[in-house]
């Protein structure tokens, strides 16, 4: 595709369960990114991969999250036994990784009821 | 810490320009000034980024002052669809995640 897609758009799942957020982004982008964002407020950065380079995950809140990139495409977010404080917005964002622009995808509204 | 300061919110009257000011006063050579926009609802979307020079697109035009410490979108004929909030964020040739940190950014609105 011409952007960057994520999937599912939404998601609703029980407090405890493990859920699983797809990214695709461009094709011969090296650099992807994670975020979160909680209702009204900013982007909080989450994990960064840039090739084949070991990830940044300064950004992940405890370890229940985790991501990986494999073949250097496509990236999965996985949260496990989530919590209602985890309901939000995750975005990707995928760029070239020399400081050009990035392109966001739509984002995977996660509700944990 | 945040690289780059901007005002929490503007207001501005639809078919008026817009000049949206950031402060970057530690800017380093190889940093891209870049803005970005999030509508509601919506992920962020890509308006304009500069070096040195003033650039302009079809969304919006970029003036860099002299010293690179500070920058101004402009937005020559704001419309209601203009209402969201803007960022401007600076973005190393290098990359990293660092390269792509966002602050609180300005909340931008229009009156009809």
């Known amino acids: 595709g011409a952007g960057v897609s994520q999937s599912p758009s939404n998601k609703v799942t029980e407090k405890g369960k493990d859920v699983e957020l797809r990214c695709d982004p461009i094709s011969g982008h090296t650099a992807l990114y994670w975020y979160r964002q909680s209702l009204g407020q900013g982007l909080e950065f989450l994990i960064y991969?840039?090739?084949?380079?070991?990830?940044?995950k300064s950004g992940l809140p405890s370890d229940r999250f985790s991501a990986e990139r494999t073949g250097g495409s496509v990236s999965t977010l996985t949260i496990q036994r989530t919590q209602q404080e985890d309901s939000a917005v995750y975005l990707c964002?995928?760029?070239?990784?020399?400081?050009?622009?990035?392109?966001f995808g739509q984002g995977t509204r996660l509700t944990v009821v | 810490d945040a690289k780059t300061t901007q005002p929490n919110s503007m207001e501005s009257n639809e078919e008026e320009p817009v000049h949206l000011p950031c402060n970057h006063s530690t800017i380093s050579g190889t940093d891209y000034i870049h803005w970005y926009r999030q509508l509601p609802s919506q992920g962020p979307e890509y308006v304009i980024h500069g070096l040195t020079s003033n650039v302009n697109n079809r969304m919006a035009s970029l003036a860099i002052a002299e010293d690179r410490k500070s920058s101004t979108l402009i937005l020559h004929r704001a419309t209601l669809r203009d209402a969201a909030v803007y960022y401007c964020?600076?973005?190393?040739?290098?990359?990293?995640?660092?390269?792509?940190?966002f602050g609180k950014g300005t909340h931008l609105i229009i009156q009809p």
């Open positions: 964020i600076l973005r190393d040739r290098g990359g990293g995640a660092d390269g792509l940190t």
């Open positions: 964002a995928s760029s070239l990784v020399d400081g050009t622009q990035a392109f």
């Open positions: 991969f840039q090739g084949n380079s070991a990830p940044d």
